[in-house]
């Protein structure tokens, strides 16, 4: 999962944000891939929707959002391009720094799960385990 958190901030959060602030510079190629990405989106959160709702996800919301608002929203945006109005524009921006907060967020947490031995720890495993012993 940290690659995908990764993937996120590093790749999606710069490329929508891109986009969202440079509007009417973008070459029309991006709006295009845009489309062709957003379509890509709702079709393989459709599918990972579906498993995650077999398997009774706590995460099925995540493939809801891609399929009820992302991926229409780049479809939006793409289909329009230049045409694209202003509204659209700031949702997108809205949605990149959402990108990048959740999954900076996603990325502590996973962090702070780790688990790091401190060194009362090892002297307390090690006194259960003399422990043990003497039994």
């Known amino acids: 999962m940290l690659g995908l958190y990764l993937f996120h901030i590093i790749i999606v959060?710069?490329?929508l944000f891109y986009i969202s602030f440079f509007r009417g510079l973008v070459p029309?190629?991006?709006?295009?891939?845009l489309a062709i990405l957003g379509?890509?989106?709702i079709v393989y959160h459709i599918y990972r929707g579906i498993e995650r709702w077999k398997s009774h996800s706590p995460f099925l919301w995540v493939n809801i959002l891609h399929i009820v608002f992302i991926g229409p929203l780049l479809v939006y945006i793409g289909k329009n391009d230049y045409n694209t109005p202003k509204w659209a524009f700031e949702i997108l921006?809205?949605?990149s720094f959402a990108t990048l907060g959740y999954n900076m967020y996603k990325i502590i947490i996973h962090v702070n799960n780790l688990t790091?031995?401190?060194p009362e720890e090892i002297y307390d495993l090690k006194e259960k385990e003399k422990e043990k012993e003497k039994q």
């Open 28 to 33: 029309v190629w991006v709006y295009h891939s």
């Open 39 to 41: 379509l890509l989106i």
């Open 93 to 95: 921006a809205l949605a």
């Open 116 to 118: 790091t031995v401190r």
């Open 13 to 15: 959060f710069p490329f």
